[in-house]
Nanobody, 121 residues
Framework: QVQLVETGGGLVQAGGSLRLSCAAS????????MAWFRQAPGKEREFVAA????????YYVDSVKGRLTISRDNAKNTMYLQMNSLKPEDTAVYYC??????????????WGQGTQVTVSS
């Protein structure tokens, strides 16, 4: 089973940027569709973005389109989330996971520990 480790979170002012990374174990990373989810305090975990195994297809929740960019480097077994023009409502713990499909997929397997993103106003 693939193991996932998220890094790159932190405290940033509104309008700032962060880049999250998701490092995966195993030799079949390129065959997995992957996704980022987030969970804000007191709220349910929600989908943010997904990417196909090849990296050619991506999908975003409307609230992050144009500000967040998902990408992957299969040679490094790593997925990224470039976060620009951050807003206080982006504050959450961000998790990466496998997903069943790029569009409206369901999470598969286990979750990592997550990485905290805090955006101050």
């Amino acid at each position: 089973q693939v193991q996932l480790v998220e890094t790159g979170g932190g405290l940033v002012q509104a309008g700032g940027s962060l880049r999250l990374s998701c490092a995966a174990s195993g030799r079949t990373f390129s065959s997995y569709h992957m996704a980022w989810f987030r969970q804000a305090p007191g709220k349910e975990r929600e989908f943010v973005a997904a990417i196909s195994g090849s990296g050619r297809s991506t999908y975003y929740v409307d609230s992050v389109k144009g500000r967040l960019t998902i990408s992957r480097d299969n040679a490094k077994n790593t997925m990224y989330l470039q976060m620009n023009s951050l807003k206080p409502e982006d504050t959450a713990v961000y998790y990466c996971t496998r997903t069943s499909s790029v569009v409206r997929g369901v999470p598969l397997g286990t979750w990592g520990q997550g990485t905290q993103v805090t955006v101050s106003s």
